[in-house]
């Protein structure tokens, strides 16, 4: 029978001893040294081997750091082959070139996941860069701070009458920010695409007689000026998350931005969306979660509640969330916007219309005014 055990050595220390039971007291002492003698050596060789590892990923994070100073990319492909082509040059064996290059690489592989993760840390974006919360005021509601807000409003703008009648309920129920599509992202060609800039400005003028903010959504870049001299927040639909000139040009503007998760996207995808925004030099953008596609048939898209606490975490800019295209249908709106007010949300989006049954759009989903009375009293209001 085999055993493993602690051998105490004279001099150093101890190793380890594999010998037969019976033959424990037979077992030639000086063998024993010699093989705790090589063990000791390996322990060195890997005390200095991690030494030189932990002082390799402190040279490339100076590196790093200095190519951030240039605006030059992190990883460099040419760069790390040819320092594995010098590695198997220089080598001396008994490791094939192989095996060293496969060894370096997963040391390039570590590093690289170093400089990412401090890349992460040090986003505008990130928590880390600012650890109050970026607080957002529009029209004296502070987004980003205290109760959560409710912005709501039609899916679309579709008639002065129609716009009217809602705003006119929403703003004598206390909502300062209304919300209304113009120009309408719509899956098909044939549908209802929006009234337009004509639309803007009917709601620039509703929203004035009524003392309420607006929120619009922006499609092209080539609008963004124009658009932003109407409205008081400018959106960045699901659909155009992934719009990196669009993302750019709302940066250069000094309207608050209100930019969607893609429905597909995942967190860090949407944080690095703000981050082409913040990049360029506008630091008001709110995050919205609306929903991710799930194999969950049952809604339009599946609420990713989890992503408020971990934005909130990973981010110091306002939350907000869309309950209205996350369900797809009105009767889930309630439960979900207490699930979002719980969760910590800043805001709350939600379609709101004065007779969703004939609604151009989503008219599955969007609230009558009679059922927003009812969401606010399910929240306390
Ligand atoms: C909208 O808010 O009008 C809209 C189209 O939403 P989303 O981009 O989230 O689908
Ligand atoms: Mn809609």
Do not use: W
Not at 11 to 29: E, S
Not at 67 to 91: C, H, V, Y
Not at 347 to 364: C, I, K, R, T
């Amino acid at each position: 029978m085999k055993v493993y055990g602690l051998l105490t050595g004279k001099k150093k220390g101890y190793g380890y001893f594999q010998g037969d039971i019976d033959n424990l007291a037979c077992l030639p002492q000086r063998k024993d040294d010699i093989l705790s003698a090589y063990r000791h050596s390996i322990d060195d060789i890997n005390e200095r081997l991690l030494a030189l590892l932990n002082e390799r990923a402190k040279t490339a994070q100076l590196i790093a750091q200095r190519k951030a100073e240039l605006g030059l990319p992190t990883f460099d492909p040419q760069r790390e082959s040819q320092m594995l082509e010098i590695l198997a040059q220089n080598n001396q064996g008994p490791f094939s070139d192989n095996a060293i290059k496969g060894l370096f690489k997963e040391i390039f592989g570590a590093t690289r996941q170093l400089m990412d993760a401090s890349r992460k840390e040090n986003l505008l974006v990130s928590r880390r860069h600012n650890q109050f919360n970026t607080v957002i005021d529009v029209n004296g509601v502070r987004l980003g701070e205290g109760a959560m807000a409710v912005i709501a409003g039609p899916c679309s703008v579709e008639s002065e009458e129609q716009l009217e009648g809602i705003v006119a309920h929403l703003a004598q129920r206390g909502i300062k920010i209304i919300r209304g599509g113009a120009f309408k992202p719509r899956t098909s060609p044939y549908s209802f695409q929006g009234l337009g800039m004509p639309g803007v400005r009917m709601m620039r003028r509703i929203a004035d007689k009524y003392g309420t903010a607006m929120v619009v959504e922006v499609m092209e870049p080539g609008l963004v000026t124009e658009i932003a001299q109407y409205a008081d927040i400018l959106q960045i639909g699901s659909r155009n998350m992934y719009n990196y000139p669009l993302l750019r040009e709302i940066g250069h503007c000094s309207r608050p931005v209100l930019l969607k998760r893609h429905f597909g996207a995942t967190l860090e995808e949407l944080l690095l969306s703000a981050e082409y925004i913040l990049s360029e030099g506008n630091p008001q953008v709110i995050l919205c979660e609306r929903g991710i596609r799930t194999f969950e048939p049952a809604t339009r898209s599946t609420l990713d509640i989890s992503a408020l606490p971990v934005l909130r975490q990973e981010t110091h800019l306002p939350l907000m969330a869309d309950v209205s295209h996350a369900a797809g249908r009105r009767d889930l709106i309630i439960p979900l916007a207490q699930a979002v007010q719980a969760a910590g949300a800043h805001a709350l989006l939600v379609e709101v219309h004065s007779d969703p049954a004939n609604a151009l759009s989503d008219s599955q989903q969007q609230l009558s005014l009679e059922e927003f009375d009812k969401l606010l009293a399910a929240l306390g209001r």
